[in-house]
Every structure is written in structure tokens, then in C-alpha cells.
């Protein structure tokens, strides 16, 4: 299953951070911080989807999927085949 961090590592291969987070009216930050939790929130995943031409549909579901604890249910939906076609 892809993973946010694969989407950031896309995105900086394409500008820096600092040139990302001048474009994006984000803190110089947000990118150390996200390298730190191993994850992209929603959002930032979803307007780096935009500005790399990628589905943010896509990105966003995979970095709400990230944000959640581990659960039964987080599980269920991890193991849905339909679901990882579509991711």
C-alpha cells in the first residue's frame, strides 16, 4: 500500500521544501515535522497530489488511513481487496 512519505518524496525531488512551503504559504517546518511523524496530513497530501498532477482523492484517503491508530476496523479496510485496488 502506498504510503504519504512516497508522495513526499515525489514532490521534493520536483522543488526543496523551502521552495514547497513559500508555494504552499506554509511554515519552513510543516516538511520537518511531517519527516518526524512519517506522515503527511490530509490536506497537505492532497494539494501536493494537485500541484504533482496525482488523484488528491487518492492521497488524501491514504494519509487519513496513516492519521488513524491501529484498530480492528483501520484492519478491516487495510485488508479490503476493492479498497487496495483502488489505492
Known amino acids: ?9 515525489k514532490a521534493l525531488e520536483v522543488k526543496r ?7 504552499l504559504n506554509l511554515s519552513n517546518g510543516t516538511f520537518s515535522q511531517a519527516k518526524k511523524r512519517g506522515r503527511l496530513s490530509p490536506v497537505l497530501a492532497g494539494n501536493l497530489a494537485i ?22 476496523l483501520l484492519t478491516r479496510l487495510k485488508n479490503c481487496q476493492e479498497l487496495r485496488r483502488k489505492l
Request: hydrophobic share 45%; charged share 25%; glycine share 2%.
Open 17 to 23: 521544501a523551502t521552495d514547497w512551503a513559500f508555494d
Open 1 to 9: 500500500m502506498p504510503n504519504t512519505m512516497q508522495l513526499l518524496s
Open 51 to 72: 500541484e504533482l498532477g496525482e488523484s488528491p482523492e487518492h492521497w488524501i484517503a491514504v494519509a487519513a488511513m496513516e492519521a488513524e491508530k491501529e484498530s480492528p
